[in-house]
């Protein structure tokens, strides 16, 4: 740069080579050493005092090896600069210390440019760090499902043999069709909402053969593709437990499902008699919920809702997901 904003004017050679060109080779090699060999190898490992040392050393050296080829090289040049510094006194001091500032220059430039590198590969380092831990628990929160859901689903065609031996045939079947979709189907980060409410209505269907008539399920989904995409087994949870908790054998119930579609936006609501479990009853493994809960999270953090509450004797359970 100094050497261009200066074309035009009259120039000697050889005080552009002694006082421009061998200081900007002696700052290359500075600022490579330092950039390839020097911070790796002492600035990141903390060895600071080993780290100065060195580049002191290389800059001293530098500023001898400069004046031991100006005096051989370039004598004029040299003679002058004695003849005008033992006129006036100071400057060559200062020339010095311009020189040893003009060499820290690059020292500096290296290490920001390798520290920032260096920042940029650990945040991305991190984030796939991260993201491969999500990954994981998501992965780890998937097979926690399946066997949740077909270990519910294999003791309420339990309590079918005996009462009903062709229901339960008609729910092992069903049961199939339900596995085969979990297993096969919900491997991809999203599925079709479509699909997903297809596997809804199955097992709804599957869970009304066991309910007696004293039992009224209703249940409403978008009839049209929506085009909406969405993580599988959201809502299958909240169903299981509409039927676990809000089913009597001895009384009247009813479960509401209804899910809308507002744009992105997926709202699903479900409402049952509230009848908790026994505190002796160990049926189940209290997972479902929590499951939920944690997907959420990992899958839509700050784009869900999900409440629950009990009013009026009935439990109400909402989970809406902006999908977008």
């Known amino acids: 740069m100094p050497y261009l904003l200066s074309y035009g004017q009259e120039q000697d050679i050889n005080r552009m080579i002694a006082h421009f060109w061998i200081p900007l080779v002696f700052s290359a090699v500075l600022f490579y050493l330092n950039y390839f060999v ?57 020339f010095i210390y311009v020189q040893t500032l003009s060499y820290l220059a690059p020292l500096l430039f290296s290490i920001a440019i390798k520290s920032t590198k260096r920042l940029v590969k650990t945040e991305a380092e991190r984030k796939e760090a991260i993201n491969f831990k999500l990954q994981s628990e998501l992965q ?29 045939k008609t729910s092992i079947h069903s049961l199939s069709k339900l596995m085969r979709y979990m297993l096969y189907e919900t491997n991809e980060e999203s599925v079709p909402l479509s699909k997903e409410i297809d596997f809804m209505k199955k097992y709804i269907e599957l869970m009304k053969l066991r309910v007696s008539d ?26 299981e437990n509409a039927f676990k908790h809000g089913v009597s054998a001895s009384k009247l119930s009813e479960i509401h499902i209804v899910m809308r579609v507002d744009g992105t936006t997926v709202l699903l609501t479900i409402e ?14 209290g997972i479902g919920l929590p499951n939920i809960e944690k997907r959420l999270q990992l899958l839509y953090p700050n784009k869900n809702s999900f409440k629950t509450l009990v009013r009026d004797d009935r439990f109400v359970a909402t989970l809406e997901i902006q999908t977008n």
Do not use: C, W
């Open 38 to 94: 020097l911070i790796d190898r002492f600035l990141f490992p903390k060895k600071m005092v080993a780290f100065m040392i060195i580049n002191v050393a290389i800059i001293v050296s530098f500023l001898l090896l400069k004046e031991l080829i100006e005096t051989t090289f370039f004598s004029e040049l040299a003679l002058k600069r004695a003849n005008r510094d033992s006129a006036t006194g100071p400057p060559f001091k200062i």
């Open 140 to 168: 780890h929160l998937h097979y926690q499902l399946q066997p949740h859901f077909f270990f519910n689903s294999l003791n309420n065609i339990y309590a079918l043999v005996d009462i009903s031996p062709d229901q339960a």
């Open 272 to 285: 049952n008699d509230n009848l908790p479990k026994k505190t002796d009853d160990k049926s189940g493994s």
């Open 214 to 239: 004293k039992t009224k399920v209703i249940y409403q989904f978008p009839s049209e593709d929506t085009g909406i995409r969405i993580a599988p087994l959201l809502f299958i949870s909240l169903i």
